[in-house]
């Protein structure tokens, strides 16, 4: 579960594995319609047709547009979204998030948990083995 490639944008850091991407956003970014854009271009550009999962390891404190998840459900291989929430209004505010998504979005409150239940979630639907 190696590491393929770490991207550091302006307003993010993405670590991408083989079947899902960490996101960590930076302090104080605005998030609308263009991080959609440019999350659809990596996903094409690392997952090709394969089931992916987003993982948000939210540890800064910035605005997300909740109308983007309108857009980002289309993404066709993108399966679920974890998010890993700092605090107790950043959960607040992905449990409010989690109104506008309409596939598997799930809060964890360690990174571990949104890894292992990415993993059970890709096997279930078999874009990956067990034993991988």
């Given at each position: 579960m190696g590491i393929i490639?770490?991207?550091?944008?302006?307003?993010t850091e993405l670590f991408i594995f083989p079947n899902?991407?960490?996101?960590?956003?930076?302090?104080g970014a605005i998030i609308d319609t263009?991080?959609?854009?440019k999350l659809n271009h990596i996903i094409y550009s690392h997952f090709k047709n394969r089931d992916?999962?987003?993982i948000s390891?939210?540890?800064?404190?910035?605005?997300?547009n909740p109308l983007i998840y309108n857009e980002t459900e289309k993404i066709p291989n993108l399966l679920a979204i974890a998010m890993i929430p700092e605090t107790d209004?950043?959960?607040?505010?992905?449990?409010?998030e989690r109104e506008f998504f309409n596939k598997p979005?799930?809060?964890f409150k360690?990174?571990?948990?949104?890894?292992?239940?990415?993993?059970?979630l890709l096997v279930e639907n078999k874009v990956i083995t067990s034993s991988e």
């Amino acid at each position: 579960m190696g590491i393929i490639k770490y991207l550091n944008e302006t307003d993010t850091e993405l670590f991408i594995f083989p079947n899902f991407i960490i996101n960590q956003i930076k302090e104080g970014a605005i998030i609308d319609t263009q991080h959609n854009d440019k999350l659809n271009h990596i996903i094409y550009s690392h997952f090709k047709n394969r089931d992916m999962v987003y993982i948000s390891n939210r540890v800064k404190s910035y605005t997300v547009n909740p109308l983007i998840y309108n857009e980002t459900e289309k993404i066709p291989n993108l399966l679920a979204i974890a998010m890993i929430p700092e605090t107790d209004m950043m959960r607040k505010n992905a449990e409010y998030e989690r109104e506008f998504f309409n596939k598997p979005y799930e809060i964890f409150k360690t990174l571990s948990e949104a890894i292992f239940w990415a993993h059970k979630l890709l096997v279930e639907n078999k874009v990956i083995t067990s034993s991988e």
